[in-house]
């Protein structure tokens, strides 16, 4: 796991748009994971810059986001379909048949999610999955006790993941629903390059488990210190519990140019 210091969320976005356009010039075809929220938003912005700058295409990559709302209307501002087409894939001129959204509303969740895996692997996998975390460690949807070896599924989101995503909802958590469909750890797990972004000191605690805690379904996130190419990309506030965080930064300082993310 390499962990990266940046002094703001932007400049730990500037990073992984970066290296999404360094996959799409070597892998026009990339397969990339999305993840919605707070967290990717500076990565979009830099890709959408990119993109109207020519720096990049996405016209023969595709995506697939980690998770969605049970429930929420199709058309629903908050649902992570809509999230991803405005604030990403509207932007950049991928295909909209290329982007890939559990689907919250469907009758049978179950042969849903059951789809959503074989959609994954029909595609050859994802090649860079962007990640947030969650303040209870979660990734994806993947609350606290989540299998390590899970696969996209129903999960039940903690009271905790529901307050902070009122903001989205008004502020009123009564609206956020109960439920999600989510690609499990093991799904995460198999993305060839998993990029993680964190900001803020709210995401101080979560962090330091998941870099320097034991691997444990406790803090699903900590199950990427067993991923072989995951990178893990903090604000100053987010690494600030971090005891190695020295360390991180001396690595960073003396990364040969070569290597890339
Ligand atoms: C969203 C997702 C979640 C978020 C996490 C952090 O698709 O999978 O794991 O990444 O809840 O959310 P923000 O970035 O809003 O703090």
Redesign the pocket.
């Known amino acids: 796991m390499e962990v990266v210091i940046l002094p703001s969320a932007a400049a730990a976005g500037a990073l992984a748009a970066q290296a999404i356009r360094e996959l799409l010039a070597t892998k026009p075809a990339a397969v990339l994971g999305?993840?919605?929220?707070?967290?990717?938003l500076p990565v979009y912005d830099a890709l959408a810059r990119m993109q109207a700058a020519g720096e990049v295409s996405f016209s023969h990559a595709s995506a697939f986001?980690?998770?969605e709302y049970v429930g929420l209307p199709a058309d629903h501002p908050a649902g992570?379909r809509a999230v991803i087409r405005t604030e990403f894939t509207e932007r950049v001129d991928m295909p909209p048949a290329s982007v890939h959204v559990p689907d919250g509303q469907a009758t049978d969740l179950q042969a849903a999610c059951r789809g959503y895996e074989a959609a994954i692997a029909e595609a050859g996998g994802v090649d860079l999955q962007l990640?947030?975390?969650?303040?209870d460690g979660?990734?994806?949807?993947n609350e606290p006790g989540s299998s390590l070896a899970s696969r996209t599924r129903v999960k039940t989101l903690t009271e905790l993941?529901r307050a902070?995503?009122a903001r989205f909802f008004d502020g009123d958590m009564d609206l956020v629903p109960r439920h999600c469909l989510?690609q499990g750890l093991g799904t995460i797990m198999e993305s060839r390059h998993a990029v993680l972004?964190?900001s803020g000191p709210?995401?101080a605690d979560a962090v330091r488990a998941m870099v320097e805690g034991p691997v444990s379904a406790r803090c699903p996130a900590s199950v990427l210190q067993f991923h072989p190419h995951a990178t893990v990309l903090v604000d100053e506030a987010a690494a600030s519990k971090l005891e190695l965080a020295g360390y991180f930064r001396y690595t960073y300082a003396n990364k040969p140019d070569w290597q890339g993310l």
């Open positions: 999305l993840a919605t929220g707070s967290s990717p986001a980690l998770d992570y990640l947030g975390i969650g303040s979660h990734i994806g949807f993941t902070d995503n989510t972004l964190a709210g995401k």
